[in-house]
């Protein structure tokens, strides 16, 4: 069953906007060309609504489609929204547990998944999730074959791996969130180290979204100045533990929010609006997220997606930056992709 708005009134199904506007003079009929935007959310959980409430109130779509097994919470989340169209930029909602409510989008953004439990590790979610996948997936690419897709659900490394397979989309169309929203947490604590503005610190976690993720510390600037070399020329001596430390809490700071309200929602909601403003929009930003590895920073062990700084545009992934790191980041890196392979291989993926 799917779900829409509709401008019919009456039992005689008057449509009122044939009836309320009359055409004027000597005008051409609409344009056929497309700037109608489509985005469709698969998962309308905790996760799934954060990133469709931001979508909406930032304007990123002309039209937004909800996906998810359980018809009467989509009913209700559908509602909900359409409900505050008076305070919200005008676009169409529709809901289904159908997929043909995705047809024709531009951008298709999975979260549907288990939720991860307290004190449960990213990687463990994995087997309960890509039995999920496998009947997501297909029928996403069918209704949506030129569609970029988006990967949330974790661990979003190997799911988004999974998706890739499933899909047959080329590489730089299917894309995983990633540390997108890693880097956002390390930006902010070394912003609240030095006391400045959060915008202006520029510094990547990069590899697994997860326990073996990298701190590019080489990466790290504030202003343009890089912080390392700068402390290096003023002889300013500086602890590497506490460069550790922050990005533990990196690490860290996901299970506690979990552990604290049970989920995370918000932070993620914006992080994934962000992601496709620079997709849609072909905004050209360069964005920490989970893109097909192999043959960067001497990953060559198989196939496998995790977190590079990523140049995002209509295109999807239009590139892979070149930044230049420590031999030490090099060889963390690599080991990151390695744990995420041997999972793959344990499990026959």
């Given at each position: ?59 990123l779509a002309d ?184 990005h533990k ?101």
């Amino acid at each position: 069953m799917q779900m829409n708005g509709s401008s019919s009134f009456g039992p005689g199904g008057l449509d009122l906007a044939q009836s309320f506007f009359k055409p004027i003079q000597n005008g051409a009929p609409p344009s056929t060309t497309k700037c109608h935007t489509k985005i469709s959310v698969v998962g309308v959980g905790k996760v799934g609504m954060a990133i469709a409430q931001t979508i909406l109130t930032q304007n990123l779509a002309d039209e937004l489609a909800l996906l998810d097994a359980k018809p009467d919470m989509l009913r209700g989340e559908m509602l909900d929204l359409q409900h505050a169209a008076a305070f919200l930029p005008r676009t169409k909602i529709s809901a289904s547990a159908d997929y043909s409510v995705t047809v024709g989008s531009d951008l298709c953004i999975v979260t549907a998944g288990a939720r991860q439990k307290p004190g449960e590790s990213r990687l463990n979610l994995l087997q309960r999730n890509v039995a999920l996948l496998s009947d997501i997936i297909p029928p996403l690419a069918k209704n949506s074959p030129d569609s970029i897709l988006l990967i949330v659900s974790n661990p979003v490394d190997l799911l988004t791996y999974v998706s890739w397979k499933l899909s047959g989309f080329p590489s730089n169309r299917v894309i995983g969130s990633g540390t997108n929203l890693d880097s956002s947490r390390f930006r902010f604590l070394i912003a609240d180290h030095l006391d400045v503005n959060a915008q202006d610190v520029q510094a990547y976690i990069v590899g697994e979204h997860g326990d073996s993720s990298v701190a590019l510390w080489s990466s790290i600037s504030i202003g343009g100045v890089p912080v390392l070399s700068f402390l290096e020329k003023q002889q300013i001596a500086y602890e590497k533990q506490t460069l550790e430390n922050i990005h533990k809490e990196v690490i860290d700071s996901a299970y506690e929010v979990i552990n604290l309200k049970g989920y995370t929602s918000w932070a993620i909601g914006y992080s994934v609006a962000n992601l496709a403003r620079s997709l849609l929009r072909d905004q050209r930003k360069i964005h920490p997220v989970s893109v097909y590895a192999k043959g960067f920073y001497g990953i060559d062990g198989g196939d496998v997606f995790l977190s590079l700084p990523a140049h995002l545009g209509r295109g999807g992934v239009l590139g892979v930056t070149n930044i230049h790191l420590m031999d030490e980041e090099v060889e963390k890196l690599r080991k990151s992709a390695e744990t995420i392979l041997e999972v793959q291989n344990q499990l026959g993926l």
